[in-house]
C-alpha cells in the first residue's frame, strides 16, 4: 500500500491503463487524422474495400486482432526481428505491445467520427479557398480542422475510452505482467479468477467512471 492506504494492485494497473490510452489515442489520432482527411476527399476504385480494411477491428474479435498483431509484430516476424535490431525495441510482453494493441482497436471509431466531421464541412468553403490558391494542408488547418473542432473533440474521447477498456488484443500481445503490462481490464479478469473480488470491484468501479465522463463529455460536445 501507498502512503493513502491504497495498494499497489489498485493504483498500477490504473496508472498504467491511463498511460497507456493516452499513448495509443495520440497515435491513433494522428493516423486517424491524415487517413480521414485523405479517404473523405480521395476518389478511386477500391475505396470502399481500403474503408472496410480500417474499420475490421471494431467488429472483430479482439483476440483475433491480438493474433494477427502477435504474428506481425513478434520476434519471428520480419518487424519485430527488425525493430529488436535496429531500435532495440520488442512488442511482446511489453507496454509498448499494449499501447499498439489499443491503439489498431480505437483508431475505427476515431477515424468515422473524423471522417464524418470533415464531411460535414461546406464543399463550397473548401473549394473557395482552393480557388484562392490555397493548398490541400492549408485547407485542413485553417479551414476543416477548426470548422470540424468538435468531432476532433469527440473522436479523441471515444477513441481514448475505447483504449481505456481495451483487453483481448492487449492479452495476446503484451500480456498481464504486474505493474508492466497489467491494464485495468486485465487486472479485472485476474482479480475474479483469483478470488478478489473487493479489488476487481474497485477497479469496475473505476472503469465505469472513466467511462460514463468519457462519453457524458462527448454528448455534450455534440449538443452545445
Same mark, same amino acid.
Given at each position: 500500500?501507498?502512503?493513502?492506504?491504497?495498494?499497489?494492485?489498485? /493504483?498500477?494497473? &490504473?496508472? !498504467?491503463?491511463?498511460? @497507456?490510452?493516452?499513448?495509443?489515442?495520440?497515435?491513433?489520432?494522428?493516423?486517424?487524422? =491524415?487517413?480521414?482527411?485523405?479517404?473523405? *476527399?480521395?476518389?478511386?476504385?477500391?475505396?470502399?474495400?481500403?474503408?472496410?480494411?480500417?474499420? !475490421?477491428? !471494431? @467488429?472483430?474479435?479482439?483476440? @483475433?486482432?491480438? $493474433?494477427?498483431?502477435?504474428?506481425?509484430?513478434?520476434?519471428?516476424?520480419?518487424?519485430?526481428?527488425?525493430?529488436?535490431?535496429?531500435?532495440?525495441?520488442?512488442? @511482446?510482453?511489453?507496454?509498448?505491445?499494449?499501447? +499498439?494493441?489499443?491503439?489498431? &482497436?480505437?483508431?475505427? /471509431?476515431?477515424? %468515422?467520427?473524423?471522417?464524418?466531421?470533415?464531411?460535414? &464541412? #461546406?464543399?463550397? =468553403?473548401? #473549394?473557395?479557398?482552393?480557388?484562392?490558391?490555397?493548398?490541400?494542408?492549408?485547407?485542413? +488547418?485553417?479551414?476543416? !480542422?477548426?470548422?470540424?473542432?468538435?468531432?476532433? %473533440?469527440?473522436? $479523441? +474521447?471515444?477513441?481514448?475510452?475505447?483504449?481505456?477498456?481495451?483487453?483481448?488484443?492487449?492479452?495476446?500481445?503484451?500480456?498481464?505482467?504486474?505493474?508492466? *503490462?497489467?491494464?485495468?481490464?486485465?487486472?479485472?479478469?485476474?482479480? &475474479? #479468477?483469483?478470488?478478489?473480488? %473487493?479489488?476487481?470491484?474497485?477497479? *469496475?468501479?473505476?472503469? +465505469?467512471?472513466?467511462?460514463?465522463?468519457? /462519453?457524458?463529455?462527448?454528448?455534450?460536445?455534440?449538443?452545445?
Amino acid at each position: 500500500m501507498n502512503a493513502l492506504g491504497i495498494p499497489e494492485s489498485f /493504483l498500477e494497473p &490504473v496508472g !498504467l491503463s491511463l498511460q @497507456v490510452s493516452i499513448a495509443a489515442t495520440a497515435i491513433a489520432f494522428l493516423a486517424g487524422l =491524415l487517413v480521414a482527411w485523405r479517404m473523405s *476527399t480521395a476518389i478511386f476504385y477500391g475505396k470502399t474495400l481500403v474503408e472496410t480494411v480500417f474499420l !475490421l477491428p !471494431l @467488429v472483430l474479435p479482439p483476440s @483475433v486482432v491480438g $493474433f494477427i498483431l502477435l504474428v506481425m509484430l513478434g520476434k519471428n516476424s520480419w518487424i519485430g526481428q527488425a525493430a529488436e535490431s535496429l531500435l532495440h525495441l520488442s512488442f @511482446v510482453f511489453q507496454p509498448l505491445g499494449a499501447v +499498439i494493441a489499443a491503439a489498431v &482497436v480505437s483508431f475505427p /471509431l476515431i477515424y %468515422q467520427s473524423l471522417k464524418s466531421g470533415f464531411q460535414a &464541412v #461546406d464543399k463550397e =468553403l473548401k #473549394d473557395a479557398a482552393r480557388s484562392q490558391g490555397a493548398g490541400e494542408w492549408q485547407v485542413l +488547418i485553417y479551414i476543416v !480542422l477548426p470548422l470540424a473542432s468538435r468531432s476532433l %473533440q469527440s473522436a $479523441f +474521447i471515444l477513441g481514448f475510452a475505447r483504449a481505456l477498456g481495451e483487453f483481448g488484443a492487449t492479452m495476446m500481445i503484451a500480456g498481464n505482467i504486474p505493474g508492466r *503490462t497489467q491494464t485495468i481490464p486485465t487486472a479485472i479478469y485476474f482479480a &475474479v #479468477d483469483a478470488g478478489k473480488l %473487493q479489488l476487481a470491484w474497485a477497479l *469496475t468501479g473505476c472503469t +465505469i467512471l472513466f467511462s460514463f465522463g468519457l /462519453l457524458w463529455i462527448s454528448s455534450r460536445l455534440k449538443t452545445d
